[in-house]
């Protein structure tokens, strides 16, 4: 399966961001979530956080262990979960937190603008190197704010993204860092398409960060 979650309050997993448009006709199930809080928030950033997480874990194992019981024979190996921004943030929790059953079910994560710091700080540690050592990860980031926004969010990014690389250099586990060149806080539907060819195992073509 592919599983998708969204940036911003996540919606209510009742579309698919991306389908099989993206992920291709054949052999995958792909799959919106809705993003979980313990404590909705009083402001309207409702950023995804590290004390989110058992309320994240558990809603996930009990939506998708339905899923897994109605089509047993989904496999790990060529099942992938990420996400988009605060949805991208999600996944870096469920990482950092080394969350057993979605490192049990999937293999392929892959986390587009967000998230970066949390999966930093899970690769870091050498007690997490088995999961890292099976798993393939992607990260991929725009290379320019959006239209009036003057952050420089983007440049947090390329840093966290190349201190991952190093270290799954060092540690020999796979990861593909892409820069969305030209391109902010968003998901262009060029782009789109290259994550649909890395979650089938395509071959990409060498768009890494330089």
């Given at each position: 399966?592919?599983?998708?979650v969204n940036g911003g309050n996540g919606g209510l997993g009742d579309r698919l961001p991306l389908d099989?448009?993206?992920?291709?006709?054949?052999?995958?199930?792909?799959?919106?979530?809705?993003?979980?809080?313990?404590?909705?928030?009083?402001?309207?950033?409702?950023?995804?956080?590290?004390?989110?997480?058992?309320?994240?874990?558990?809603?996930?194992?009990?939506?998708?262990?339905?899923?897994?019981?109605?089509?047993?024979?989904?496999?790990?190996?060529?099942?992938?979960?990420?996400?988009?921004?605060?949805?991208?943030?999600?996944?870096?929790?469920?990482?950092?937190?080394?969350?057993?059953?979605?490192?049990?079910?999937?293999?392929?994560?892959?986390?587009?603008?967000?998230?970066?710091?949390?999966?930093?700080?899970?690769?870091?540690?050498?007690?997490?190197?088995?999961?890292l050592k099976r798993s393939r990860f992607l990260l991929m980031y725009g290379d320019h704010p959006l239209?009036?926004?003057?952050?420089?969010?983007?440049?947090?990014?390329?840093?966290?993204?190349?201190?991952?690389?190093?270290?799954?250099?060092?540690?020999?586990?796979?990861?593909?860092?892409?820069?969305?060149?030209?391109?902010?806080?968003?998901?262009?539907?060029?782009?789109?398409?290259?994550?649909?060819?890395?979650?089938?195992?395509?071959?990409?073509?060498?768009?890494?960060?330089?």
């Amino acid at each position: 399966i592919c599983v998708f979650v969204n940036g911003g309050n996540g919606g209510l997993g009742d579309r698919l961001p991306l389908d099989r448009s993206t992920i291709g006709t054949n052999d995958f199930i792909c799959v919106n979530l809705p993003l979980f809080k313990h404590i909705l928030p009083d402001t309207n950033s409702g950023l995804v956080t590290m004390d989110d997480y058992d309320t994240l874990s558990h809603a996930y194992q009990v939506m998708l262990q339905k899923l897994f019981d109605t089509v047993p024979n989904i496999t790990p190996e060529r099942s992938a979960f990420g996400g988009f921004s605060n949805g991208a943030h999600t996944l870096g929790v469920l990482l950092a937190r080394r969350d057993k059953f979605i490192l049990e079910h999937f293999q392929s994560f892959y986390l587009v603008e967000g998230g970066f710091g949390s999966f930093a700080a899970s690769a870091a540690t050498s007690e997490v190197l088995p999961e890292l050592k099976r798993s393939r990860f992607l990260l991929m980031y725009g290379d320019h704010p959006l239209p009036g926004d003057d952050s420089n969010g983007w440049m947090m990014h390329d840093y966290l993204a190349r201190a991952c690389s190093l270290n799954a250099k060092l540690n020999h586990y796979n990861l593909t860092a892409i820069v969305m060149h030209g391109y902010g806080h968003e998901l262009p539907s060029e782009y789109k398409a290259l994550l649909g060819n890395w979650v089938r195992g395509e071959k990409l073509p060498n768009l890494e960060m330089k």
